[in-house]
T-cell receptor
Framework: DAGVIQSPRHEVTEMGQEVTLRCKPISGHDYLFWYRQTMMRGLELLIYFNNNVPIDDSGMPEDRFSAKMPNASFSTLKIQPSEPRDSAVYFC???????????FGPGTRLTVL | AQSVAQPEDQVNVAEGNPLTVKCTYSVSGNPYLFWYVQYPNRGLQFLLKYITGDNLVKGSYGFEAEFNKSQTSFHLKKPSALVSDSALYFCAVREEEYSSASKIIFGSGTRLSIRP
């Protein structure tokens, strides 16, 4: 298996633009997680899905952030409109269950100018 | 509510010496505990976990961790450090509960620096 795949790896955009981050989890994993990592705030869980259904989105910063999982092999995290404070590395991870280890993708480094 | 703490932002060790990265946790019931490592510009990688059984857990790259229930700790250890162990280490915890709503909580991370 290729592991968790994220695209793009780097994204530079201007304030106010829409940003869409993409993730393909490991096949067979029922759980998918979106994290944000910054120097100031460390690693934050934004939202996670179980069998394509959002379970906990309490970490989503505000209404500008939304996430979807239309099927078992694809998820998106969208920011609209983007702001400079959204600049961070965004990770997607997947796992078989929440009792098992998570496998992280390489991350998307987002810079909002 | 569950929580996890990594009291040291940075740990510095000479190559060949033993290393310890500390982690303490708080949960209502029994914990599931994990250690992850992050190398520069990479995602987190799983190192080891404690679910039940032996308190000493062995993992990847020669790392091990000791679960101490009375001290609510899960310190990461290695007998002899390598320069290549230099990275950011995260401890994580989740409660053992029979609910799909349970989630894993990550610590703030400890930067391990091994000097030659």
């Amino acid at each position: 298996d290729a592991g968790v795949i994220q695209s793009p790896r780097h994204e530079v955009t201007e304030m106010g633009q829409e940003v869409t981050l993409r993730c393909k989890p490991i096949s067979g994993h029922d759980y998918l997680f979106w994290y944000r990592q910054t120097m100031m705030r460390g690693l934050e869980l934004l939202i996670y899905f179980n069998n394509n259904v959002p379970i906990d989105d309490s970490g989503m910063p505000e209404d500008r952030f939304s996430a979807k999982m239309p099927n078992a092999s694809f998820s998106t995290l969208k920011i609209q409109p983007s702001e400079p404070r959204d600049s961070a590395v965004y990770f997607c991870a997947s796992s078989l269950t929440t009792r098992r280890e998570q496998f992280f993708g390489p991350g998307t480094r987002l810079t909002v100018l | 509510a569950q929580s996890v703490a990594q009291p040291e932002d940075q740990v510095n060790v000479a190559e060949g010496n033993p290393l310890t990265v500390k982690c303490t946790y708080s949960v209502s019931g029994n914990p599931y505990l994990f250690w992850y490592v992050q190398y520069p510009n990479r995602g987190l990688q799983f190192l080891l976990k404690y679910i039940t059984g032996d308190n000493l857990v062995k993992g990847s790259y020669g790392f091990e961790a000791e679960f101490n229930k009375s001290q609510t700790s899960f310190h990461l250890k290695k007998p002899s450090a390598l320069v290549s162990d230099s990275a950011l280490y995260f401890c994580a915890v989740r409660e053992e509960e029979y609910s799909s709503a349970s989630k894993i909580i990550f610590g703030s991370g400890t930067r391990l620096s091994i000097r030659p």
